[in-house]
């Protein structure tokens, strides 16, 4: 089974700079709590109402509009537009990397927390469904992999792939997808490199796959 980790195009620069998705207190640009510092990915084939960003003057985009409101539809093209594009990446279930959250034993230890527990309940009631929650407790690498743009629809980029053995046609779209994410963060003044884990602070994974990708085709 396929399930998926949902973000924004101007996340893009940081996840591929460093060569992995990082769990949630890593890289988040607003607070979050440190009770869910983990990498949160879902079976649900639809982008997480409560993963939306709160844009003003577009209601659908406001958690607190689906909590009042049932069944608003949200337009991801247009909210969309305000954070460079939604994509997802995908991973196998059966993956070790991931656990699913209702069974963990990281959830049994959170069930006496109200504010989790609040969290949950406000999950179930936008659709999101707390049963169709997977976690990663570590940062997860981009090896066994696919990605996927919203553009009226879903749309395959790359179906399976593994940035450190990626061909340069794939480099070639992930570099691209970078420069735009860079130019949505300096649209947003956000930080073009989001906060980086500190085994990474001076190591940037993609570029160096990239130059050693390069150096070998010119040199045969």
Not at 28 to 50: G, Q
Not at 83 to 102: A, I, L, P, Q
Not at 139 to 161: C, M, N, R
Not at 181 to 194: I, Q, R
């Amino acid at each position: 089974m396929k399930i998926f980790h949902y973000t924004k195009g101007y996340c893009l620069n940081s996840i591929f700079t460093d060569g992995f998705i990082a769990t949630e207190t890593k890289r988040s640009i607003s607070k979050v709590h440190s009770e869910t510092d983990y990498v949160w990915l879902t079976e649900k084939t639809n982008y997480p109402k409560t993963a939306l960003p709160s844009i003003s003057g577009v209601p659908e985009s406001n958690l607190g509009v689906h909590l009042s409101q049932k069944s608003i539809h949200v337009d991801l093209d247009k909210v969309g537009n305000h954070v460079g594009s939604f994509f997802r990446f995908g991973f196998e279930s059966s993956d070790s990397r991931f656990k699913k959250w209702w069974h963990s034993s990281e959830r049994v230890a959170m069930k006496s927390n109200q504010i989790w527990s609040k969290m949950e309940s406000v999950a179930n009631k936008v659709g999101d469904d707390v049963r169709s929650f997977w976690i990663a407790p570590n940062d997860v690498a981009l090896e066994d992999f696919s990605l996927e743009i919203y553009a009226g629809g879903w749309i395959p980029l790359i179906s399976k792939g593994s940035v450190s053995d990626a061909d340069l046609e794939t480099l070639t779209l992930i570099y691209s997808l970078m420069e735009s994410s860079k130019s949505k963060c300096l649209e947003l003044d956000f930080p073009v490199h989001h906060v980086q884990s500190p085994k990474f602070s001076d190591s940037h994974a993609f570029y160096k796959i990239l130059s050693n990708l390069f150096q070998g085709s010119f040199s045969n």
